[in-house]
Structure formats: C-alpha cells, structure tokens
C-alpha cells in the first residue's frame, strides 16, 4: 500500500501562492492515479484535482479551475499541487490520495482513493 506525506502548506496573503509537496512510499504510486482533496473547518472533505498515473491528464474542481496545477515526477515519487491567486475560501488542510487504478475514477468521491497522508494546513489571510 502506497504511504503518503504531505508538506509545503503554511499562512499565506490572498492572491499569494504556495507548492504543495505529497511525497510517497511503494512502488505502486508510480502506476496509479493521484488526487488532492481539501476540507476546512466544519466542511466536508471535497475533491481538488486529480492526475494520471503517468500525469498525462489532469481535472479540476471549478473552484480551483486555471489557479490550482497538478503534475508529478514518478522518478522520485512525488506530486504537486502548484497554488497561485489563493483566496481567503482556499483556506482548509489539503490531502493527497492514491487511486487503485492508473486513471482516476469519473465521480472523484473519497471512497474511490484507497491511501491518504495526514495532510498539510494551508490558510490565506485576508
């Protein structure tokens, strides 16, 4: 099973950036799908972004749509999560998962990502 640690997270101005690390442990990270979740305080864990086992393809939430980048480097297993324009509403601890295939599943529900790390606070002041 693929063990999963997220950092890169911290307090950061609206419109700031910030580069999400999950750096991963097993070989199987490098053939199957990843994705980042967020939840905040009193909300429910929701689905961020996803990437191809190989990172071909990517998809998005529309709240993070042409702010928020995924991508990864299978060679020292890691994938990123590349934050820019960052609003007060992005404030929340953000998690990475492994999906059990190398295509991440349509419906990006929390049931279809088998491992998850503990995950890295990410909060935007305004």
């Known amino acids: 099973q693929v063990q999963l640690v997220e950092s890169g997270g911290g307090l950061v101005q609206a419109g700031g950036s910030l580069r999400l690390s999950c750096a991963a442990s097993?070989?199987?990270?490098?053939?199957?799908?990843m994705g980042w979740f967020r939840q905040a305080p009193g909300k429910e864990r929701e689905f961020v972004g996803s990437?191809?086992?190989?990172?071909?393809?990517?998809d998005y939430a529309d709240a993070v749509k042409g702010r928020f980048t995924i991508s990864r480097n299978n060679r020292v297993y890691t994938v990123y999560l590349e934050m820019s324009s960052l609003k007060p509403e992005d404030t929340a601890r953000y998690y990475c998962?492994?999906?059990?295939?190398?295509?991440?599943?349509?419906?990006?529900?929390?049931?279809?990502?088998?491992?998850w790390g503990q995950g890295t606070q990410v909060t935007v002041s305004s």
């Open positions: 998962a492994s999906a059990g295939t190398p295509e991440p599943p349509t419906v990006k529900k929390l049931e279809h990502f088998g491992a």
């Open positions: 097993g070989r199987t990270f490098r053939s199957i799908a």
């Open positions: 990437i191809s086992w190989n990172g071909d393809s990517t």
